[in-house]
T-cell receptor, first 113, second 113 residues
Framework: DAGVIQSPRHEVTEMGQEVTLRCKPI?????LFWYRQTMMRGLELLIY????????DSGMPEDRFSAKMPNASFSTLKIQPSEPRDSAVYFC???????????FGEGSRLTVL | GENVEQHPSTLSVQEGDSAVIKCTYS??????FPWYKQELGKRPQLIID?????GEKKDQRIAVTLNKTAKHFSLHITETQPEDSAVYFC????????????FGTGTLLAVQP
């Protein structure tokens, strides 16, 4: 398997624009997580899915953020409208059921000007 | 909610010395404690983990110890090498039905040759 695949790797946009980040988890994994990484706040869990169903979105900063998982092989994280404080690296990660290893994608570095 | 504190935030050691990073957690029901290593510009990757029914685990030069009574766990790296330089994150998974991994704030380890 190619691992967790994220796109785009880098995104530069202007404040107010819509941003969509994409993730393809490892085939067969039951759980998908979206994390945001910044220097100030470290790795923050935004939301996670189990079998395509959102389980906990308590980490989503505000209504400007939304996430979907229409099928087992695809998830999106959308920010609308984007703001400069959303600038961060967004990681998608997946794993099997149980306390096993969490596999991260390479991340999407977002810069909002 | 679950809180994980990690210390120190930065650590500089001479090549060949040992390094110790400590984490404390708040949820006494936590049952899984992994450590991730993140090299500059890369994704976090699992290096070792421990479950709540084990007090210590070792894998070559790295080891993790867990004290459930005191709610803290530590990463030990012996005979450090320059390639050990990275950011290290501890994490916990709470008990019960939760499946989310909460990360500490990270420790930047610099191994001086």
């Amino acid at each position: 398997d190619a691992g967790v695949i994220q796109s785009p790797r880098h995104e530069v946009t202007e404040m107010g624009q819509e941003v969509t980040l994409r993730c393809k988890p490892i085939s067969g994994h039951d759980y998908l997580f979206w994390y945001r990484q910044t220097m100030m706040r470290g790795l923050e869990l935004l939301i996670y899915f189990n079998n395509n169903v959102p389980i906990d979105d308590s980490g989503m900063p505000e209504d400007r953020f939304s996430a979907k998982m229409p099928n087992a092989s695809f998830s999106t994280l959308k920010i609308q409208p984007s703001e400069p404080r959303d600038s961060a690296v967004y990681f998608c990660a997946s794993r099997l059921v149980g306390p096993g290893e969490l596999f991260f994608g390479e991340g999407s570095r977002l810069t909002v000007l | 909610g679950e809180n994980v504190e990690q210390h120190p935030s930065t650590l500089s050691v001479q090549e060949g010395d040992s390094a110790v990073i400590k984490c404390t957690y708040s949820d006494s029901a936590s049952n899984y404690f992994p450590w991730y290593k993140q090299e500059l510009g890369k994704r976090p990757q699992l290096i070792i983990d421990i479950r709540s029914n084990v007090g210590e685990k070792k894998d070559q030069r790295i080891a993790v110890t867990l004290n459930k009574t005191a709610k803290h766990f530590s990463l030990h790296i012996t005979e450090t090498q320059p390639e050990d330089s990275a950011v290290y994150f501890c994490a916990t998974r709470g008990g019960g039905a939760t499946n989310k991994l909460i990360f500490g704030t990270g420790t930047l380890l610099a191994v001086q040759p």
